[in-house]
């Protein structure tokens, strides 16, 4: 059974930059027929695509968040990345990674990590 | 971008009623619709991909419908443990994935 789960500082100030991991347990993240994401959810409200990245690189951005996001994946360590710079209240969120797999050509979210509160305040 | 446009926001329901949820996008997406359940404080679950294959784990009761731009959730007899909100999602263009902004689906 695959398993995700995010990691880092539940507090950061404005400005600064936001650094999740994501570790994949239970299956590779060297696989061809996955993408790994990022998604995030403020209080309330629905979820937004922060952007994905494939174990042969390439990566994919969700153009409103496009100029602050990194993605980045480490498969020594079967775990993927996420800076946000420039932080500021508004990316005060849970943010979840998940599993995107493509099959037959159709893509969607199987596996998903619990979610971790990022907040965002001085 | 390809918006998609779920309604109703929120829905009031009783045990055994039957619901039907609908999910629109803004441009031709195929079947290539995803639904996704989410209770408080979890993250959401895979129900549907492809707008009609279930996912193991989801019970006969559910099913997905739709191709083109309009899609529907149904829910034949609503069961205590389906109370949640549900989200479609476009698996059709990216960058970027877009979500629908949820259907809240409360006990009447």
């Known amino acids: 059974q695959v398993q995700l789960q995010e990691s880092g500082p539940g507090l950061i100030k404005p400005s600064q930059t936001l650094s999740l991991s994501c570790t994949v347990s239970g299956g590779s993240i060297n696989s061809g027929h996955y993408y790994w994401t990022w998604i995030r959810q403020p209080a309330g409200k629905g979820l937004e695509w922060i952007g994905r990245i494939h174990t042969s690189g390439s990566t994919n951005y969700n153009p409103s968040l496009k100029s602050r996001v990194t993605l980045s994946i480490d498969t020594s360590k079967n775990q993927f990345s996420l800076k946000l710079s420039s932080v500021t209240a508004a990316d005060t969120a849970v943010y979840y990674c998940a599993r995107e797999a493509v099959v037959g050509g159709w893509y969607y979210f199987d596996y998903w990590g619990q979610g971790t509160l990022v907040t965002v305040s001085s | 971008d390809i918006q998609m446009t779920q309604s109703p926001s929120s829905l009031s329901a009783s045990v055994g009623d039957r619901v039907t949820l609908t999910c629109r996008s803004s441009?031709?997406?195929?079947?290539?619709l995803n639904w996704y359940q989410q209770k408080p404080g979890k993250a959401p679950k895979l129900l549907i991909y492809a707008a009609s294959s279930l996912q193991s784990w989801v019970p006969s009761r559910f099913s997905g419908s739709g191709s083109g731009t309009e899609f529907t959730l149904t829910i034949s007899s609503l069961q205590p443990e389906d109370f949640a909100i549900y989200y479609c999602?476009?698996?059709?263009?990216?960058?970027?994935?877009?979500f629908g902004q949820g259907t809240r689906l409360e006990i009447k």
């Open positions: 441009q031709s997406i195929s079947t290539y």
């Open positions: 999602q476009q698996g059709y263009s990216a960058p970027p994935v877009t």
